[in-house]
Nanobody, 122 residues
């Protein structure tokens, strides 16, 4: 069983940066990869970024392309989300999850972490 713990959220001004971490404990070798999702108040959870275990390739939501970077440290079993040029609309709780298929849909992910709050002020 895999457990994920997110960290790194906080309050930042628009244009600033944050780096989120997603540390995993347990067996992750059977997964397809790991993804980041976010959920703003009153909105559905949405895909942000994913990194695939087989080749390290990545996918991003159009809204974050060019500003966010997902990468991993296999030695630490940790996936990161570097967020630059943050905007107020990036404000949300950010969740990390394990991908059980090559999919960007949240239903294909499990072992969700508890999330970390990111707040971007204007």
């Amino acid at each position: 069983q895999v457990q994920l713990v997110e960290s790194g959220g906080g309050l930042v001004q628009a244009g600033g940066s944050l780096r989120l971490s997603c540390a995993a404990s347990g067996r992750t070798f059977s997964s397809y990869g790991r993804g980041w999702f976010r959920q703003a108040p009153g909105k559905e959870r949405e895909f942000v970024a994913a990194i695939w275990r087989s080749d390290g390739s990545t996918n991003y939501a159009n809204s974050v392309k060019g500003r966010f970077t997902i990468f991993r440290d296999d030695a630490k079993n940790t996936v990161y989300l570097q967020m630059n040029n943050l905007k107020p609309e990036d404000t949300a709780v950010y969740y990390c999850a394990v991908a059980r298929a090559l999919s960007l849909a949240s239903k294909s992910y499990d072992s969700w972490g508890e999330g970390t709050q990111v707040t971007v002020s204007s």
